[in-house]
T-cell receptor, first 114, second 115 residues
Framework: DQQVKQNSPSLSVQEGRISILNCDYTNSMFDYFLWYKKYPAEGPTFLISISSIKDKNEDGRFTVFLNKSAKHLSLHIVPSQPGDSAVYFCAASNSGGGADGLTFGKGTHLIIQP | KAGVTQTPRYLIKTRGQQVTLSCSPISGHRSVSWYQQTPGQGLQFLFEYFSETQRNKGNFPGRFSGRQFSNSRSEMNVSTLELGDSALYLC??????????????FGNGTRLTVT
């Protein structure tokens, strides 16, 4: 049973446009959400996070939106750059306890086209 | 500041053997977690250590174990290796234990191949 789902295995976006990556979760106990970016042969790199008390968090070109009622979050990258081409993982956590660590989605491969 | 360092980067073992992987966290980070990444299952949580104590454990058999030392460095051990243990093993560190919403910072992993 996948508790964190990224339904798009890949996404192609033109350079300079907005990239929107989506993530859905089923566990209502999750209250902390993160996005990671991963290049081949490297570990995931932390990008941005959001706590469930907020609905938006922004850091430079990256903005994460959280819709708790829909159990949905999204990562917006504006403007998209060639170096953004990577696999993006959504992750969720229950900060109140539990033995699951971070629960990750299976990732979305973002391809930025020149 | 140096990132999370994992050694070795690549390892080839045969079935039945055991293996030890090493992780040095970011300086000042007291929490270390381990994850297994495979193409089919994605990233799965193995365990978390904080101040030398195992805080949480994922759904893996007892062949997978770990420990953390007083300097926060961590090792994980897999005994009686099986073909299905072939994966990228990722170590991550954070300032605080998971319950304090502190993001994990990952190393580049150890690629284990079991033949």
């Amino acid at each position: 049973d996948q508790q964190v789902k990224q339904n798009s295995p890949s996404l192609s976006v033109q350079e300079g446009r907005i990239s929107i990556l989506n993530c859905d979760y089923t566990n209502s106990m999750f209250d902390y959400f993160l996005w990671y970016k991963k290049y081949p042969a490297e570990g995931p790199t932390f990008l941005i996070s959001i706590s469930s008390i907020k609905d938006k968090n922004e850091d430079g070109r990256f903005t994460v939106f959280l819709n708790k009622s829909a159990k949905h979050l999204s990562l917006h990258i504006v403007p998209s750059q060639p170096g953004d081409s990577a696999v993006y993982f959504c992750a969720a956590s229950n900060s109140g306890g539990g033995a699951d660590g971070l629960t990750f989605g299976k990732g979305t491969h973002l391809i930025i086209q020149p | 500041k140096a990132g999370v360092t994992q050694t070795p980067r690549y390892l080839i073992k045969t079935r039945g053997q055991q293996v030890t992987l090493s992780c040095s966290p970011i300086s000042g980070h007291r929490s270390v977690s381990w994850y297994q990444q495979t193409p089919g299952q994605g990233l799965q949580f193995l365990f978390e250590y904080f101040s030398e104590t195992q805080r949480n454990k994922g759904n893996f058999p007892g062949r997978f174990s770990g420990r953390q030392f007083s300097n926060s460095r961590s090792e994980m051990n897999v005994s009686t290796l099986e073909l299905g243990d072939s994966a990228l093993y990722l170590c991550a560190s954070s300032l605080e234990a998971r319950g304090n919403n502190s993001p994990l910072h990952f190393g580049n992993g150890t690629r284990l191949t079991v033949t």
